[in-house]
């Protein structure tokens, strides 16, 4: 059974970093790229993040370019999210998610629960 949990979420003040986790299980996780997906108040998913299998190759949004940082440990079957120089914008509940025929979210096949980070002074 495929499972993702994310955690490190929290409240954090502007300018501020937190670093999400997310613990992958019931798959072969080096095998797959993955992603990291929010949705703020009121508003539909954005994609953020994405990692291929073997963490060589990362890709960003413009929004958290420069500020966010992707990375994998396939050893201990986790992703995560280093997230800095945080901004009111970021508030949101953050997902991982498995990546499946394509980078579209549409193909995503597993979601976690997500996570709450809200940024604010």
């Known amino acids: 059974q495929v499972q993702l949990v994310e955690s490190g979420g929290g409240l954090m003040q502007p300018g501020g970093s937190l670093r999400l986790s997310c613990a992958a299980s019931?798959?072969?996780?080096?095998?797959?790229?993955m992603s990291w997906v929010r949705q703020a108040p009121g508003k539909g998913l954005e994609w953020v993040a994405g990692?291929?299998?073997?963490?060589?190759?990362?890709y960003y949004s413009d929004s958290v370019k420069g500020r966010f940082t992707i990375a994998r440990d396939n050893a201990k079957n986790t992703l995560y999210l280093q997230m800095n120089s945080l901004k009111s914008e970021d508030t949101a509940v953050y997902y991982c998610a498995k990546v499946g025929s394509s980078w579209q979210m549409s193909s995503y096949d597993y979601w976690g629960q997500g996570t709450q980070v809200t940024v604010s002074s």
């Open positions: 019931g798959f072969t996780f080096s095998g797959y790229c």
């Open positions: 990692i291929i299998n073997d963490g060589s190759i990362t």
